[in-house]
């Protein structure tokens, strides 16, 4: 099993919708990470997070630590989206990363 | 800055042969860490380290060595290439240890892509 799930795994949009990622996660955490992967293998972190919500610009990420859920939202989508989002959780000097969830954004 | 580099971007091995991925940080950053990433899986943590000197093996370290002689660079060994180490490796470093309150963000290199055959 893994320690990290995402949904889905793969995603079409249409340039201008609002798109939803998810993460779930099995062990106790330190932070939470999102990441995105450009098409030629680049990987940025886009957010990491321990509580709440944080925004940046169009991005939006928020977890339930509760839950153990945290959801990655792109308002007002863009070709230049597309990429894959990779969720990863931190715990103690361990790093445990979801298969990621491949975006395309049609224009 | 030109933050995390890895070198070679690419290279192919023969089964059996040896060979050195570089990687450096100019941000000053204690920990470095090196992934593995294969078609349809998650990154897999190979080592990683928490300052010169102090290295420790991550989830998958079988086949790879690594040295921490500085602060800048974090090269890891492939000393008997198998076709089962054909991946993606991305070299990443943090300021601060990912289980601190918080964590910290990682910096991710360009990536070295391999082949063994």
């Known amino acids: 099993k893994n320690e990290v799930e995402q949904s889905p795994q793969n995603l079409t949009a249409q340039e201008g919708e609002f798109i939803t990622i998810n993460c779930s996660y099995s062990?106790?955490?330190?932070?939470l990470h999102w990441l995105q992967q450009h098409p030629g293998g680049g990987i940025v972190s886009l957010f990491m997070?321990?509580?709440g919500k944080k925004k940046h610009g169009r991005l939006i990420a928020t977890i339930n630590i509760q839950e153990k859920h945290s959801s990655l939202h792109i308002t007002a989508s863009h070709p230049r989206d597309s990429a894959v989002y990779i969720c990863?959780?931190?715990?103690?000097?361990?790093?445990?990363f979801g298969t990621g969830t491949s975006l395309t954004v049609i224009p | 800055n030109a933050g995390v580099t890895q070198t070679p971007k690419f290279r192919i091995l023969k089964i059996g042969q040896s060979m050195t991925l570089q990687c450096a940080q100019d941000?000053?950053?204690?920990?470095m860490y090196w992934y593995r990433q294969d078609p349809g899986m998650g990154l897999k943590l190979i080592y990683y380290?928490?300052?010169?000197?102090?290295?420790d093996k991550g989830e998958v370290p079988n086949g790879y060595n690594v040295s921490r002689s500085t602060t800048e660079d974090f090269p890891l060994r492939l000393e008997l290439a198998a076709p089962s180490q054909t991946s993606v490796y991305f070299c990443?470093?943090?300021?601060?240890?990912?289980?601190?309150?918080?964590?910290?963000?990682?910096?991710f290199g360009p990536g070295t892509r391999l082949t063994v055959l």
């Open positions: 990443a470093s943090s300021r601060r240890r990912q289980g601190s309150p918080g964590g910290d963000t990682q910096y």
């Open positions: 990863a959780v931190s715990t103690g000097n361990q790093f445990y």
């Open positions: 062990v106790g955490i330190s932070a």
């Open positions: 941000m000053n950053h204690n920990y």
């Open positions: 380290s928490v300052g010169a000197g102090i290295t």
């Open positions: 997070l321990s509580s």
